[in-house]
């Protein structure tokens, strides 16, 4: 299991980092709401992590047609709740302190929603999208 979660962590790093550039970039720039900007973000990501997922971090060899709907499912999936929940939580926690703008307890929530949404992806893509049959040999 460590060298998968290193691997796609790996690919988190490089699809997060596409991903939330165009999240703020779309919130702050384009003046998108949270929703459409989060989802436009994520879903450029979802297209590279599917990608280096299948191909570096899960070395599946499961069909495109099969892996590529699992992988819609379990994105969208994550995507709801994961984002749901962080901006949710954020805003029970900082909507109560008046001093912190809305921009920032927004930014916040994108950020912690990121994080769940890692976790609960990785977990989901590895049992769900890109099983493996046999146990994992160390790369």
Known sequence: MKYTFIRFIMVGVANTLIGLS??????HL???SYW???FLGNSIGACISYCLNRSFTFK?????SKSLVRFAGVILFCYFAAFYMGK???HLVLGHIPIVPAAISTDVAILVSTCLYTILN???QKWLVFPKKNAETPA
């Open 122 to 124: 990785y977990f989901l």
């Open 36 to 38: 459409t900007a989060t």
């Open 30 to 32: 384009l003046g998108l």
């Open 22 to 27: 165009v999240m703020f970039l779309f919130y």
């Open 88 to 90: 949710h939580a954020v």
């Open 60 to 64: 599946s060899k499961s069909s495109v």
